[in-house]
């Protein structure tokens, strides 16, 4: 009988042994790393554990909120690549959709979305506030604008004590070729114009008009004003001149002109 040395033989068992064991370490590895993934994934994307279950929307008008509503739940809906990735309040992209909703309503002067988690998404927004309603015969259409040159909406031409509506005549005018100095000073004249115990009703930019506009008021007279001119310090002139003739009942102009700085005429 030959003799077997065992530690030979042990050499050459160890080996397959140790293969094995490595080999089912690493599907072990594998299939635990499979496991996790498929959990982050549905945890991530199926589950409710992060969705977005509430949108709440304050700071705006009944009809803003609608809007913006929608906005808001079409983004939550869509799925890329067939998969809920929106509707995790993790990926909602507030930042994005902020923007969006900002440049589509114009109206909007601040707005911001917060994510509250795990479920609610609340959005705070300050709605502009209208100092007057443009007209403009280029295209005859009107548009709200604030004391930051901002245009939106589309209102009815109308006169009145709410909201002063500016008849712009020219026919080469749209909302983006308003002159900032025509603006500042109509602007400037709105906020001042009741310190002399007048009323603004309405507008008019005559057709061929360079530096002049004419203001219709709840008096019996107009007023006209002169882009050349301090409107403010005028205004101011204005009001010492009207103290002193509505004392006089044989006042009674139909036209008064202030052109022309620290002057005041009258017909």
């Known amino acids: ?35 996790i993934t498929a959990g982050i994934f549905y945890f991530l994307f199926f589950a409710d554990a992060l969705a977005v279950k509430t949108v709440a929307i304050d700071g705006v008008s009944d009809g803003l909120r609608v809007a913006i509503s929608s ?36 109206q909007l002067k601040t707005l911001s979305i917060e994510k509250k988690y795990p479920h609610e998404l609340a959005v705070n927004g300050q709605e502009r506030q209208p100092l007057g309603i443009w007209c403009f015969a280029a295209d005859n259409s009107c548009r709200y604008f604030d004391e930051d040159k901002v245009f ?20 080469d005018i749209q909302t983006e070729t308003v002159e900032t100095v025509l603006f500042t000073a109509i602007r400037k004249m709105l906020k001042t114009i009741s310190t002399a115990g007048v009323v603004s009703r309405g507008i008019t930019i005559p057709a061929e008009s360079v530096n002049e506009f004419f203001v219709d008021t709840d ?35 139909s036209r008064i002109d202030l052109s022309i700085d620290g002057r005041v005429y009258y017909k």
């Open 1 to 35: 009988m030959r003799a077997v040395n065992v530690q030979n033989l042990n050499r050459h068992i160890l080996p397959k042994k140790h293969s094995w064991v490595r080999r089912l370490r690493l599907i072990w590895h594998l299939a635990l790393t499979a496991a």
């Open 71 to 106: 906005v808001i739940h079409s983004t939550i809906e869509n799925k890329p690549w067939h998969l809920a990735i929106r509707k995790n309040i993790l990926f909602f992209p507030a930042n994005r959709v902020q923007t969006e909703l900002i440049e589509r309503f114009p």
């Open 152 to 171: 939106w909406g589309d209102p009815p031409k109308s006169s009145g004590f709410l909201l002063t509506t500016i008849d712009d005549q020219r026919a």
């Open 219 to 253: 008096k019996d007279f107009y007023i006209v004003f002169n882009l050349d001119t301090d409107i403010a310090g005028q205004i101011g002139v204005l009001k010492i001149f009207l103290d002193q003739k509505f004392k006089d009942p044989n006042f009674h102009p």
